[in-house]
């Protein structure tokens, strides 16, 4: 048999048995698990919400975006020490390699609420929606806890 026709036969049933495990949206193959957002108290302008990301998929998938009707700007953020000081940072595009779990969590990655439009009271339920690399969308709810105060500096 010409070698590459046997590459394409050997692709093809790779394809087979693969494709299943890895084909549709990130939407469908990234599992949330224990979403939260931070309670403030009054007159704090700013939250954040945090999350488990488990990628059950064979391929490398990425989160890009989010989106909740509680604040009036979202950002993925992160949290790198600076001279001693923990400082966050918008970033485009959290990596979510294949069979890895990336917590979303205090002092770490997170999606921030900016300019909260009304209070986050522990029992309330935020509505977050995550937005993928391939465009797909997945709405979710987090309940809003107290979490051990931070540092914050923008
Ligand atoms: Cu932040």
Redesign the pocket.
Known sequence: MNRSIRNVLLGCLALAFWGPLQAGPAADLIEVRDPYARAVPPGLP?S?AFLALINNSAVAHALVGAESPVAKVV?L?S?TMEGGMMR?RPVERIALPPGETVRLEPGGY?V?LIGLLHQLMPGQQVGITLVYEDGSRKEITAPVRRVGEMM?HH
């Open positions: 700013n954040a950002e953020h949290h966050m997170h921030m914050h």
